[in-house]
């Protein structure tokens, strides 16, 4: 059991992009203000005696568990602790308000976007309702973003996305999982001319563009040069997100363009740029196969070049060579957004990153518990997990994979099912795999006991079993229906072209 100090109020926030966004508990304890400014956390922690009325009286004796952010540490977070609310109040000892806070009221489910660019899923088919898990309360729900933290005080501050109003969140305990976005090592023209490939607007404003650029070379008075500028697209960034948008792509052309635009898809090109080895991740038997089925077609080629500018019809090498293109889709990696550069109140790392332990806990964040929680070497109720989160000197990957483990590790510690002192976080890969296009792909899995032994599959057998483990992981039936229709209907009628 946690100490009663411990047992206070807890909200949870959820975000989901490199901003955060709050949830409010209906009997969490806020104060709107009028102001815009960003207020100090002295402030905050002034505005405490306030933050702590609320409307109900109950609220008063609730524990308030906030999540920061709906990406995958985020949604898994909240689903989590929703299906294990009781264990965690029999370990707080007092019934436990599960908050979530985010800009956007949805978990997407990121390593099926590629498909919707192209139109081989519909993109409501890979969206999440977050109300779909039903909160105890209507208003556990805040559509807003963070906007300063006072660990001292135990309070969030966020602004609403709808309103903007400012109020002020108390906790109890506070998970950031705030996420991340695109990395453009500063480079010029990338943030206004490149196409990122992160969130359900990207998808679609890729697709359009798309479909656009055929309808452009459709047009009369177009020159042949013209066609292959408007039909040449550049992607940056040779990891799974751009290999996969390469596949969809290819997929595409194959299958629909051909037939649609016969003389326009003969100028289609799709160059992969990337200075360094394609899906780094896997295997190196498997990273050769993927570079060869992808050179093996006509219409693709790898450049193993760096990218040094952007602009709206070109991209510009390192060595100054200037590629035409119609379109560029950057997935050069991940890093800060923009909340978690402007909190100042906590331990950075290189990168840029929220800094924990190996526990998750934030380091930097005030100790203001009497007894260090969980068995955990803090005491301080502030942790961080997924793209916004580095431990220190243990370094992982971006992945969704890392993300879901850090939620379930935390999980397992709020229901008291971690011994004391508590067990660091590990993390241990549950296999990798990618889509090249053609009904083929790639599969590994690296058995824990044998690190040397690894399972791999190339080909349609991988393929089979990036279908059938995606579709499993969908989150409800409702996805499960609707993905495997979209599918059928792509394979049997075609992809859908309008552009909307």
């Known amino acids: 059991m946690w100490p009663s100090t411990l047992a206070r109020r807890s909200v949870v926030t959820a975000s989901g992009r490199r901003s955060a966004s709050l949830l409010l508990l209906p009997h969490a304890r806020a104060v709107a203000t009028s102001t815009s400014s960003v207020s100090s956390p002295a402030a905050l922690i002034g505005q405490s005696a306030n933050a702590t009325r609320g409307p109900t009286d109950h609220s008063t004796q609730n524990y308030q568990l906030v999540i920061v952010g709906t990406g995958w540490a985020g949604y898994q977070m909240f689903t989590n602790c929703k299906k294990h609310r009781t264990d965690i109040e029999a370990t707080v000892g007092r019934p436990v308000d599960i908050v979530v806070v985010s800009k956007r009221n949805h978990f997407l489910y990121t390593p099926l976007l590629a498909s919707t660019t192209v139109g081989t899923l519909e993109f409501r088919s890979i969206i999440e309702p977050l109300r779909d898990n039903h909160f105890r309360h209507e208003n556990d729900f805040h559509y807003a973003h963070v906007t ?3 660990p001292e005080g135990k309070l969030v501050r966020v602004r609403s996305e709808l309103s903007q109003r400012d109020y002020a969140i108390r906790y109890d ?10 990395l453009t090592f500063g480079l010029p023209g990338v943030e206004e001319h490149a196409f990122f490939l992160k969130e359900v607007n990207h998808a679609r404003a890729i697709r359009n563009k798309i479909l656009e650029n055929f309808e452009m070379a459709t047009q009369p ?15 940056v960034g040779g990891g799974p997100t751009g290999v996969e948008f390469c596949a969809e792509l290819y997929d595409f052309l194959q299958q629909d363009l051909v037939r649609m635009y016969p003389d326009s898809s003969k100028h289609l090109c799709v160059t992969l740029l990337d200075s360094g080895d394609i899906l780094t991740g896997f295997d190196a038997h498997l990273r050769n196969f993927a570079m060869k089925k992808i050179q093996e077609r006509p219409s693709m080629k790898i450049v193993k070049k760096n990218c040094a500018a952007v602009t709206k019809d070109s991209v510009t090498l390192q060595d100054g060579e200037v590629i035409p293109t119609g379109l560029v889709v950057w997935t050069a990696g991940v890093g800060p957004n923009d909340l978690t550069k402007a909190l100042t109140v906590f331990e950075k790392s290189k990168r840029g990153n929220i800094l924990t332990n190996q526990y998750c806990q934030v380091l930097g964040a005030a ?3 009497e007894v260090a929680p969980f068995g955990m070497p803090r005491r301080s109720n502030v ?3 997924g793209d916004c989160a580095e431990i220190l000197d243990y370094p992982l990957p971006a992945t969704a994979q890392k993300a879901q483990t850090q939620a379930d590790y935390l999980t397992a510690l709020f229901r008291g099912k971690n011994p004391t002192p508590a067990t660091p976080y590990s993390f241990h890969s549950k296999g990798m795999l990618a889509y090249l296009g053609s009904y083929e792909g790639l599969f590994e899995l690296k058995k824990q006991k044998e690190p040397g032994d690894r399972l791999q599959l190339a080909g349609w057998q991988a393929w089979l079993l990036w279908r059938s483990a995606y579709l499993t992981k969908l989150g409800s039936w409702r996805l499960r229906m609707q993905v495997p229709l979209d599918w059928l209907k792509a394979l049997v009628v075609g992809r859908d072209v309008s552009r909307f």
Do not use: M, N
């Open 148 to 150: 300063d933290i006072a």
């Open 383 to 385: 942790f961080s997990i």
């Open 221 to 235: 008075g177009v020159s042949v040069e013209e066609k292959k500028q408007l039909l040449h697209f550049v992607v």
């Open 173 to 182: 305990t506070l998970v950031l999982a705030c996420g991340s976005r695109p």
């Open 367 to 369: 100790e203001v518990e």
